[in-house]
């Protein structure tokens, strides 16, 4: 056959095709992009685009193929079923035998060229139907893309000869491609954690996003041979209410995507930051309050549908699983309820509707039965359409509350509240917490939405039930063991942040939300009062801990006055770790564990003397004196040496550091002599990427400013300083960094510390002016978020405090820390905490003579880190 060339068109030429098509392509996505502004249907908008790219991908096969014998044109995937979203990739696929395949190479390639000059981006593949075959059975990805084929042009009798190909022996039996679809779908998810609630959620590939609807409309086709998952409903395979919604939420998510490519312009499937605000925008969302954003709102709305794809295709997939097993014999539970398999099952689901109280039943046996994995697909099915049975009628049953705190006391109980938010039960019977599902806070800071934050935290608050939790929590599982009623603290961690978006303060709200529930479901005043104020305080101890200076006894005192108690201390530590750990994968760490211990104790200690008994200063630093003492006896360090390198020790010293700490300072100083000056000791915490470092060095004016350019060098971020002088005019310094980084594997810890100790000290002795800190660029995720840069002055007892909040940024402490150098203040002092996006840094300060800055020197210095922090 000759071999057709796309060339010359009649009445024109090839370039006057192409520029009139590319025009034409051009106008059809202008207008498309008007219609959405305008709330055109999106399914229309979809279709819309994939003809016109019909009308431009079948009018350049015809300048080259027009009666060409032995050549088909498909469509597939996204394409194939008649969906573009503005910058999809164009799939096709050529069938053509392997001779054929031979002499139109050149044209075929001329064709693809084509294509790509007049602005579509085609992927693409040419192949024989047995070519097809042989490929799909190999690639479960190839065999759905298949699928999903759409003849364009051409031998209409190939895509045919295909489709009967595809349903033969040996290419992919449902069950098998059941498995292949169920291993892709673990392994997508995987890539996303596992979860929809990301911070930049992917729309299409993440959890509960668009592919999950795709390949259970690719299992549905292969498994029941159907054109698509509304065929189901006839087959009673699938409920006329799942198919609404699971319609409707791809309907969202459609809409989501194509306006995230019309913002993005380009192929983009990850709402990042970059692109969130704008999108909310050009959704038509407008900011309500402060705490209910234009962009959160959108964003819950991706959760809220996201969770539901979740729910539903986990049902339906496993639909799919029980319609190609042979029938198992159920076993009994009860009289009401039967496992099959591995799932629990009614045997009459009509009881989930005709007496509601089955609900939270269903929930007791499978607490009772923790070998259980899943709900029987029909039983599930009935648990969806029973749900509006949960009403305030259903609520206000004393059988039915009862019930559910027998749900919360048993040992199962995090579980159990997991798999009734996952099923929508939680949201149902406790409406606040239903309003917060999929609701997020616009920053760094929360990674998750507030519902998933709020499961997180109780499975932290589950975790100290294991000794080993005291490997992440150092008072964790002391404290569980001892506390009075453990379902009272599961009730303040799922009330803690369920008043959030509600424009009001959320602790305050959410008071008034656990004091009722508690009061209705029959708690004693007591543990009422004590889960309301747990809701209220819960950040108390956080704010105190990080912001506060709790070597000092008067704040010490302060909160032991707020707590009042010990059972309080105890529930209020539990439930702070909990909620810090489960705010962020990267915000809980070492140093934040030993501070909250620290705390703990330091409180406990105040309520057992008494709150209205002072702890004096002198029995402070007594006590910690004497606990150092016999650390170092035990090392063999004797009296006379302790009391020599003490003698320059200042009391500060004494009310800063631990006992631990002191011993190690001081073993420290005196292997080292008075010829190993500097003398810099760096130790790795118990738990990875954490470490602790002391300087003990001459002091001299900008040896903060050094200490802080070279840790920031060595990518050690600086988490917490506690400058001291001694008498003798050395330093006492200690910094706690954290360096996420280092691979334990590639370098043990203490090999990592050593390393660090060996830097630190060179640069301490360099001679000449400091090395500038080094400059880093911002990362993206930063770029979007501005906090109002505040810097305050106040004076404190022994200086003045500088208070800076503003923009987290690389290498910032670093450079504030030169920049207090060249104004000639000292740094007596630094607590540095970091909440996503967000800085809040204290500087205890003086001028060179340890006095506190004047007036004229705060508004200097101010104005000069305000100019730092524009650049």
Known sequence: MNTPVPGRVAGGDIDAWKRTMRAALEDNEQRLAAAFDQDTDIDRLLAQRAQAVDRAVIGAWMLGFEGAPGLALVATGGYGRGELFPYSDVDLLVLAEEDTQQQCRGAIEAWIALLWDIGLAPGHAVRSVAQCVAAAREDATIASAIIEARPLVGDSAALTRLLVAMRGPGVWPPAEFLAAKRTEWRARHARYNDTAYNLEPNIKDGPGGLRDIQALGWLAKRIFGVRGLEDLVALGALGSDEYDVLDTRRRALSRLRYGLHLVAGRREERLLFDYQKALAARLGLHDEHRENLAVEQMMQGFFRSAALVLRLGDRLLQRFDESLQVAQEPVPLDEEFVRIGDSLALRDVDLLYRRPTTILQLFRVWQQHPEIASLHSATARALGEALPRLDERYRADPGIRALFMQLLRDPQAVPTLERMARLGVLGRYLPAFGRVAGRMQYDLFHAYTVDEHTLAVLRNIASFARPESAERFALGHELWSQLRKPELLLLAGLFHDIAKGRGGDHSVLGEQDAREFCQAHGLSEGDVDLVAWLVREHLTMSVTAQRKDISDPEVVSRFAHQVGERERLDYLYLLTVADIAGTSPKLWNAWKDRLLADLHSATRFALRRGLAKRLHIDERIAEIRDAARVLLHAEGLEDALIDRLWAEFPSDSFLRYRAEQIAWQTRGIAEAGSQGLPVVLVRPHARRGALEVFVYSPDRDGLFAHVAATLDRLGLSIV???????????????????????????????????????????????????????RRALPRQLRHFRVPTQIEFSDEAHGTLLTLVCNDRPGLLAQVAALLHQHQVRVHDA????????????????????????????????EAIADCLKG
Do not use: N
Not at 832 to 859: K, M, N, W
């Open 831 to 862: 607590r540095i905490a970091t909440f996503g996006e967000r800085v809040e840094d204290f500087f205890l300060l003086s001028d060179q003579s340890d006095q506190p800055l004047t007036e004229v020197q705060c508004a200097v210095l101010g």
């Open 720 to 774: 917490d300083a506690r400058v001291v002088t001694s008498l003798g005019g050395m330093t006492l310094d200690t910094f706690q960094v954290l360096d996420s980084e280092v691979d334990p594997e590639a370098v043990s810890p203490e090999r990592h510390a050593r390393d660090i100790a060996h830097h630190l000290r060179d640069s301490l002795r360099e001679p000449g002016p400091q090395r500038p800190p080094a």
